[in-house]
């Protein structure tokens, strides 16, 4: 009998305790973040926390749709300019104060206030005076985002933005008010953190991890799995499978070019590879000389050879690109390959030693100039291979790797000549690549190209309402970019990436957003 009771007592613990178990995922993040404030993040990893500490408008679903956030539904004009929002009932901060439509007018305010300095201001300047806001020629009270009441927001466009709810899944997220004046800049810090999101913000130590814990006060948290969720810094990708594999990591978001084929023999169970809407890319500073000659420009582009990066060095489903812009965004229209880079590599490399030559440099007066990068393997590895390209023309150049966010902080003042970047695009849409080429996008042309021509381009393409001809002018766009080579684009990625078994809900799709809201985890 005593026996039979123990064994009841302790059947009933174990249960207990698998119950209490903390579900929880560890995901391996691109970098450290600088800040957690939603209005100045400046890169994808830092976003990517972001995301999860606040919810805007709109949110992401699983596959990247778009699902209603804080706004249950939203309502547009024929002609595309009026978007009215009706918020959820009962929503909350964190902290329990009421979050109403006053705060998304705040919010949008203060993401456009030069003050606030957001790099990624520009994204939306199709919001009524935006623009003048951001560049400070207007009035804050100007901007097309007004209350109507407490739960109706009614935002005003310059021109019809059918990519706007895509982009506000990621941008326009809501900041607190009460705790942003109260507390001052370091306010999205823990013991002082305020969102609206999934999760809260539990704990941060720097290069080692930042914990998320579930938000009690979200609208659907009953619905949520995952009890916490941790991002790690994870730029040393070897470093990173070691960890995956002592179970330290649930997730590394990139593998070395080197270590694809041992993955695929001794890890199959959890390697993801599909493909990306991202581009690799070179930034030319056309501020700086001599790569405001757009001759030296086109040869270092005419020299890469991308069939033999991609198909002999990457090897991992990666898609040469010609043009910033993906081809699966451009619809019928497909890849756009600008002349200059249509012929065989001896050819193209015969007219890029002529164009340095015109432009004033030979084997006795080389092109000498530094190239950035950031401090990752696969990188620096695909950077020694473009460096090796280029020594076959009258070139000495300088690789010079950093950490990410000093790379990012240069590239975006002006602090470089020629510089390794990336993007993923925040909408499926032409505009989302373009844009970063723009005379107006601020920090983020980080090439400082300026043509009036694609900028007039960029800005018919915003006012045509048929999608047929919008798509021929961001091609009219596409070819000017071709001509001035202001970015040699390289390659469209394709994700290879180590995920647990154990996780379930993380789908493969192009856009690889992965909310911690989907996410589940077994034994």
């Given at each position: 009998m005593f026996k039979t009771v123990v064994a009841t007592l302790c059947a009933i613990v174990c249960l207990s305790g698998a119950v209490l178990a903390e579900s929880v995922v560890h995901r391996g993040n691109r970098g450290e973040p600088d800040t957690l404030d939603p209005h100045k993040t400046a890169n994808g990893w830092e976003a990517s926390i972001a995301t999860e500490l606040f919810m805007g408008l709109t949110a992401a679903g699983p596959r990247g749709q778009v699902l209603p956030g804080v706004a249950q539904s939203w309502t547009i004009s024929d002609d595309g300019l009026t978007y009215r929002w009706v918020l959820r009932e009962g929503l909350q901060w964190s902290d329990g104060q009421a979050l109403t439509s006053a705060d998304i007018v705040y919010s949008y305010r203060r993401l456009l206030d030069p003050a606030t300095a957001s790099p990624f201001a520009s994204l939306l300047y199709a919001i009524k005076n935006a623009e003048g806001i951001n560049t400070g020629g207007a009035n804050a009270s100007s901007l097309g985002v007004r209350a109507e009441d407490d739960l109706t927001v009614v935002m005003t466009l310059e021109h019809p933005a059918p990519y706007l709810p895509q982009l506000l899944m990621h941008r326009g997220l809501p900041a607190p008010r009460h705790v942003v004046e109260a507390v001052g800049p370091r306010w999205a810090r823990p013991g002082t953190f305020v969102g609206n999101g999934v999760f809260t913000l539990a704990e941060w130590v720097p290069q080692s991890h930042v914990r998320l814990e579930r938000n009690p006060r979200f609208f659907d948290a009953e619905s949520i799995a995952l009890d916490a969720l941790y991002f790690h810094p994870a730029e040393n990708l070897a470093a990173a499978i070691t960890q995956f594999?002592?179970?330290?990591?649930?997730?590394?978001?990139?593998?070395?070019?080197?270590?694809?084929?041992?993955?695929?023999?001794?890890?199959?169970?959890?390697?993801?590879?599909?493909p990306s809407l991202g581009v690799e890319y070179l930034v030319f500073n056309t501020n700086r000389p001599p790569f405001d000659d757009v001759r030296v420009r086109q040869a270092l582009s005419m020299a890469v050879a991308r069939p033999v990066l991609v198909n002999n060095f990457l090897k991992g489903g990666e898609i040469e690109a010609y043009s910033i812009v993906h081809p699966d965004v451009m619809g019928n229209l497909g890849v756009y390959r600008p002349?200059?880079?249509?012929?065989?590599?001896?050819?193209?490399?015969?007219?890029?030693?002529?164009?340095?030559?015109?432009?004033?440099?030979?084997?006795?007066?080389?092109?000498?100039?530094?190239?950035?990068?950031?401090?990752?393997?696969?990188?620096?590895?695909?950077?020694?291979?473009?460096?090796?390209?280029?020594?076959?023309?009258?070139?000495?150049?300088?690789?010079?790797?950093?950490?990410?966010?000093?790379l990012y902080?240069?590239?975006?003042?002006?602090?470089f000549e020629v510089a390794r970047a990336a993007w993923y695009p925040e909408a499926v849409d032409p505009s989302a690549y373009l844009y970063l080429l723009k005379s107006t996008s601020g920090p983020m042309n980080q090439s400082g190209f300026r043509n009036p021509n694609f900028d007039e381009l960029l800005n018919q393409a915003d006012r045509e309402v048929d999608p047929q001809k919008r798509l021929a002018l961001y091609r009219q766009a596409e070819v000017v970019l071709g001509n001035d080579q202001p970015v040699a684009p390289l390659f469209f990625y394709a994700y290879r990436m180590l995920v647990s078994p154990k996780i379930r809900g993380w789908e493969n799709y192009n856009r690889n957003l992965h909310p911690g809201r989907f996410l589940s985890v077994t034994d």
């Amino acid at each position: 009998m005593f026996k039979t009771v123990v064994a009841t007592l302790c059947a009933i613990v174990c249960l207990s305790g698998a119950v209490l178990a903390e579900s929880v995922v560890h995901r391996g993040n691109r970098g450290e973040p600088d800040t957690l404030d939603p209005h100045k993040t400046a890169n994808g990893w830092e976003a990517s926390i972001a995301t999860e500490l606040f919810m805007g408008l709109t949110a992401a679903g699983p596959r990247g749709q778009v699902l209603p956030g804080v706004a249950q539904s939203w309502t547009i004009s024929d002609d595309g300019l009026t978007y009215r929002w009706v918020l959820r009932e009962g929503l909350q901060w964190s902290d329990g104060q009421a979050l109403t439509s006053a705060d998304i007018v705040y919010s949008y305010r203060r993401l456009l206030d030069p003050a606030t300095a957001s790099p990624f201001a520009s994204l939306l300047y199709a919001i009524k005076n935006a623009e003048g806001i951001n560049t400070g020629g207007a009035n804050a009270s100007s901007l097309g985002v007004r209350a109507e009441d407490d739960l109706t927001v009614v935002m005003t466009l310059e021109h019809p933005a059918p990519y706007l709810p895509q982009l506000l899944m990621h941008r326009g997220l809501p900041a607190p008010r009460h705790v942003v004046e109260a507390v001052g800049p370091r306010w999205a810090r823990p013991g002082t953190f305020v969102g609206n999101g999934v999760f809260t913000l539990a704990e941060w130590v720097p290069q080692s991890h930042v914990r998320l814990e579930r938000n009690p006060r979200f609208f659907d948290a009953e619905s949520i799995a995952l009890d916490a969720l941790y991002f790690h810094p994870a730029e040393n990708l070897a470093a990173a499978i070691t960890q995956f594999r002592a179970g330290e990591l649930d997730v590394v978001p990139s593998l070395p070019q080197d270590r694809l084929a041992w993955v695929e023999e001794n890890m199959p169970g959890a390697l993801r590879v599909h493909p990306s809407l991202g581009v690799e890319y070179l930034v030319f500073n056309t501020n700086r000389p001599p790569f405001d000659d757009v001759r030296v420009r086109q040869a270092l582009s005419m020299a890469v050879a991308r069939p033999v990066l991609v198909n002999n060095f990457l090897k991992g489903g990666e898609i040469e690109a010609y043009s910033i812009v993906h081809p699966d965004v451009m619809g019928n229209l497909g890849v756009y390959r600008p002349p200059a880079l249509q012929s065989n590599d001896a050819g193209r490399l015969k007219q890029a030693e002529e164009l340095l030559r015109d432009a004033g440099y030979d084997r006795a007066n080389t092109l000498k100039f530094t190239a950035r990068f950031n401090n990752q393997d696969i990188i620096a590895a695909t950077m020694d291979v473009v460096a090796r390209m280029w020594s076959r023309l009258p070139v000495e150049v300088e690789l010079l790797g950093s950490d990410t966010p000093t790379l990012y902080a240069d590239t975006r003042s002006g602090n470089f000549e020629v510089a390794r970047a990336a993007w993923y695009p925040e909408a499926v849409d032409p505009s989302a690549y373009l844009y970063l080429l723009k005379s107006t996008s601020g920090p983020m042309n980080q090439s400082g190209f300026r043509n009036p021509n694609f900028d007039e381009l960029l800005n018919q393409a915003d006012r045509e309402v048929d999608p047929q001809k919008r798509l021929a002018l961001y091609r009219q766009a596409e070819v000017v970019l071709g001509n001035d080579q202001p970015v040699a684009p390289l390659f469209f990625y394709a994700y290879r990436m180590l995920v647990s078994p154990k996780i379930r809900g993380w789908e493969n799709y192009n856009r690889n957003l992965h909310p911690g809201r989907f996410l589940s985890v077994t034994d």
